[in-house]
């Protein structure tokens, strides 16, 4: 089945640094989205993107769809300590109706 | 986006007992969908329900082990039968919205399974 490699598996950031993690992938989405997942929670939608090539940015959060449709990136300026927890990419091949292909996660620890 | 609740929130199973999980959404959608996060682990797509029609499964997935249901466009039940220590997971149900084509998820039923 088709597989995301998501990276890194966890950071250890200062607060108030940048932060960049990436989903690849050996085959074709087209829509990549970036969730985050706080314990005891569901994942919470952070940046839905659509179209190859697209950036798309959140207040601090920035991602974007590679232009070859198979990785996206997301990038968190000025890390705050609300930041921490673990953060998803996720791609889907067809349009609504089909359900979810996960990465492994990348978890965000920042050091006080 | 549309609000998710999920029942329960946790439980704790004895083996070879079966338990019901509730997905209610407060607005109609076009899709539910039901996914395992195991203990430490990535979500994975267990089925998608479909409204007055037997559920799709997702391969190392079966009905009979995960029979789900879905009698309306706001509700759907997933149960876990004749459990096992390893079905200790999380289990999630997500939604797409009749205007959009983006998921969102419910909190979650926390099962531990003894």
């Known amino acids: 089945g088709q597989q995301l490699n998501q990276s890194p598996q966890s950071m250890f950031i200062q607060e108030g640094e940048d932060v960049s993690m990436n989903c690849t992938s050996s085959?074709?989405?087209?829509?990549w989205l970036w969730y985050k997942q706080d314990p005891g929670e569901g994942p919470v939608l952070l940046i839905a993107l659509y179209k190859a090539g697209e950036l798309t940015s959140n207040g601090r959060l920035t991602a974007q769809f590679g232009i070859t449709r198979k990785d996206s990136f997301l990038n968190i300026s000025a890390s705050i300590p609300s930041d921490v927890g673990i953060y998803f990419c996720a791609g889907q091949v067809g349009g609504g109706a089909d359900g979810l292909t996960f990465g492994k996660g990348t978890h965000l620890i920042i050091q006080p | 986006s549309a609000v998710i609740s999920q029942k329960p929130s946790r439980d704790i199973c004895q083996r070879g007992t079966s338990l019901t999980i509730q997905c209610q959404v407060d607005?109609?959608?076009?899709?539910m969908f039901w996914y395992r996060q195991q203990p430490g682990q990535s979500l994975t797509l267990i089925a998608t329900a479909n409204q007055g029609s037997e559920a799709t499964y997702e391969s190392g997935f079966v009905i009979d082990k995960f029979p789900i249901s879905r009698p309306n466009l706001t509700f759907s039940t997933l149960t876990v039968s004749n459990m096992s220590p390893e079905d200790s997971s999380i289990y999630l149900c997500?939604?797409?919205?009749?205007?959009?084509?983006?998921?969102?998820f419910g909190p979650g039923t926390r099962l531990t399974v003894l």
């Open positions: 997500s939604v797409t919205g009749q205007s959009t084509d983006t998921q969102y």
């Open positions: 085959s074709i989405f087209n829509t």
């Open positions: 607005s109609q959608v076009t899709m």
